[in-house]
C-alpha cells in the first residue's frame, strides 16, 4: 500500500482552521490535486472550529489543520481546547501559520501538537509541505514525532 493510500485509510476527512480567504483557496486547491479523496472542511476561526468537532461523530480521528493566528479564538486557543478534552484529544493537529518563530514552534509542541508548518511564500511549495505533513501524520498518527522533526519543511 502506498504512504498516498495509507493516509487516506487513516484520516478520511481534513479540517483547515484558517480565517484568510486566499491562503484557503490555496490550500483547498492543493489538497484536492493531490488527496482527492480527502473531505475537506474549512472553518475561518477557531470557535466555528471547535463547534465543529464538538458536534460531529467522526468514525476516524480528524486531521486538523490549525492557523495561530483567527478570530474570536486563536488556534493556540483551539489547540489547547482539543487536547484538555477527552473526546477530542484523539484529533491530529497540524500548526499551519505564517509563523517561524521559535518561540511559537516550541510551544506548540510543548502543548500536544503533532507537527507545525511555515506557510510557504512560494505557492509551488504548498501542496508539497502539504504532503509531508499528511504523510508524516499517517507515518506517526497520534503519537508526536520527536522534536527535531515537528517543524515541516521544504
Do not use: W
Not at 15 to 43: G, N, Q, Y
Not at 44 to 69: M, V
Not at 84 to 90: A, C, G, P, Q, V
Request: proline share 6%; aromatic share 8%.
Amino acid at each position: 500500500m502506498t504512504q498516498k493510500k495509507m493516509a487516506q485509510k487513516l484520516f478520511n476527512h481534513i479540517l483547515l482552521a484558517d480565517d484568510d480567504p486566499d491562503d484557503c483557496d490555496f490550500f483547498a486547491e492543493a489538497v484536492a490535486e493531490h488527496f482527492p479523496d480527502l473531505k475537506l472542511t474549512i472553518s475561518h476561526d477557531g470557535a466555528r472550529l471547535i463547534s465543529l468537532l464538538e458536534n460531529s461523530q467522526p468514525s476516524k480521528s480528524e486531521l486538523i489543520f490549525l492557523d495561530l493566528n483567527m478570530p474570536i479564538l486563536s488556534g493556540e486557543e483551539c489547540l489547547l481546547r482539543i487536547r484538555n478534552s477527552n473526546d477530542l484529544k484523539k484529533h491530529v493537529i497540524i500548526i499551519f501559520s505564517t509563523s517561524s518563530n521559535p518561540a511559537d514552534i516550541q510551544k506548540t509542541y510543548a502543548l500536544g501538537a503533532n507537527y507545525f508548518i511555515t506557510k510557504p511564500v512560494v505557492y509551488s511549495h504548498l501542496p508539497v509541505l502539504i504532503e509531508k505533513a499528511i504523510l508524516s501524520a499517517s507515518r506517526t498518527y497520534h503519537r508526536q514525532p520527536p522534536f527535531e522533526n515537528f517543524h515541516i519543511k521544504m
